[in-house]
């Protein structure tokens, strides 16, 4: 316990009489950690993104006109056991309309074309979602060879190209977002690793006086490693602060960018809050300590 106390005493001391050089190695840290976050909140804006997108494409079923709701019942209990399918919703004639008008209801054209037919013209249908998007077509493929006497029409065609063109763009970002979250890391790590040499690099006499007055190597070691822990937790304090104020002011431009889909970056930072930023501490506290024990490593020998 004394050795662990004189070594957080002479850790802090060391931190208190350096503290521009301290401010300077945590604020080399906050910049590499903010990059990283970052890129981050661009890679999980469009996976939302893309995902939000595929939640809104469906595959409809036209059912004729006065066929028994039994018999539609019937064949969407069928598509429902599918295994590529994840749900089947039933929409009648009247909702069918209701939808129509509330989708042209600043459109009085449409709304007085609709009037003067004097009838529903539309048909009752079959709204499928598929289980999994990469599987989509082979859903598709499977309900354009569906046979069944009550279905009028089919309409997915277009939704064929929209799913391969979502599909390419998808492993485009994924792919470019990896390349240049490694590049960052990979700059971060060279960036605080000199910086802590350059720090440690102060200190090189007295680390020289103290290997030749005796002192064993927890003694010289470890106020740097704890300096390390002292300058990886409070780095990551820092991003904290300063990104949740960031992304509560990104989240209403999100909202309205990518209205009518449930993209929130904010929420997938708050539910992955120890993930997250765990990682981020512990990357740094390991780059940070291998930094310190190699710097010190260089001086210590006499």
Not at 238 to 266: A, K, R, T
Not at 271 to 280: A, E, S
């Amino acid at each position: 316990m004394l050795s662990l106390f004189r070594v957080i005493k002479f850790s802090l001391q060391d931190i208190g009489r350096n503290i521009w050089l301290s401010v300077a190695t945590i604020t080399i840290l906050v910049l590499a950690l903010l990059s990283v976050n970052i890129l981050l909140t661009v890679q999980v804006i469009g996976d939302n993104a893309t995902q939000a997108i595929q939640e809104k494409i469906d595959i409809s079923l036209y059912i004729k006109p006065d066929v028994p709701e039994l018999q539609i019942k019937a064949l969407e209990e069928k598509i429902a056991n599918l295994p590529r399918v994840k749900s089947v919703s039933y929409i009648s004639q009247e909702q069918a309309l209701q939808d129509f008008r509330a989708k042209y209801e600043n459109n009085q054209e449409v709304l007085s074309a609709l009037k003067e037919l004097g009838q529903n013209p539309l048909s009752p249908s079959l709204v499928i979602i598929p289980n999994d998007f990469s599987e989509a077509n082979l859903l598709i493929n499977e309900l354009r060879v569906l046979d069944d006497p009550i279905i009028e029409s089919r309409d997915f065609s277009n939704n064929t190209v929209v799913l391969s063109k979502i599909e390419n763009i998808t492993k485009r970002v994924n792919d470019i977002g990896l390349f240049i979250i490694i590049i960052f890391l990979l700059t971060s790590i060279l960036v605080v690793y000199n910086t802590v040499r350059v720090a440690i690099y102060t200190h090189r006499q007295e680390i020289e006086i103290m290997r030749l007055v005796g002192a064993s190597n927890a003694f010289i070691y470890w106020p740097h490693v704890f300096s390390a822990f002292i300058y990886s937790l409070l780095s990551v304090a820092i991003i904290i602060v300063l990104f949740y104020p960031f992304l509560s002011l990104l989240q209403p431009y999100l909202e309205v960018f990518f209205m009518g889909y449930n993209v929130d970056i904010l929420a997938y930072f708050f539910n992955n809050f120890f993930f997250i930023f765990g990682t981020q501490f512990l990357l740094v506290l390991f780059i940070n300590i291998i930094a310190s024990l190699l710097a010190v490593r260089r001086y210590a020998k006499v």
